[in-house]
Nanobody
Framework: QVQLVESGGGLVQSGGSLRLSCAAS????????MGWYRQAPGKQRELVAH???????SYADSMKGRFTISRDNGKNMVYLQMNSLKTEDTAVYYC???????????????WGKGTLVTVSS
């Protein structure tokens, strides 16, 4: 099994910043893509950003220029720096990892349990 644990969520005022972290552990052979998704109340889960093992990142349009995703391959961690937060960024943020799991290098996709980000006006 592979576990993803997010941290760093909380309450912040509009215009503020937060940094989310996600640690992957367990029977991991390699992680190709790590990413962040979010789900606001009453809405579907949506992609925030993802990053490949080689460092290529991609963002949803509404996050470009405000959010920055990064990762530490050696620690199997991914981060999301969120700046200029808006009330509409309020959501549960989920970590996602796709790659290969031990012992047979089978394809895997795992999700964290989420961390709540609340942006107040």
């Amino acid at each position: 099994q592979v576990q993803l644990v997010e941290s760093g969520g909380g309450l912040v005022q509009s215009g503020g910043s937060l940094r989310l972290s996600c640690a992957a552990s367990g029977r991991i052979f390699s992680i190709n893509v790590m990413g962040w998704y979010r789900q606001a109340p009453g809405k579907q889960r949506e992609l925030v950003a993802h990053i490949t093992r080689g460092g290529t990142s991609s963002y949803a349009d509404s996050m470009k220029g405000r959010f920055t995703i990064s990762r530490d391959n050696g620690k199997n961690m991914v981060y999301l720096q969120m700046n200029s937060l808006k009330t509409e960024d309020t959501a549960v943020y989920y970590c996602n990892a796709r790659g290969l799991a031990l012992p047979h290098q089978e394809s895997m996709e795992y999700w964290g349990k989420g961390t709540l980000v609340t942006v107040s006006s």
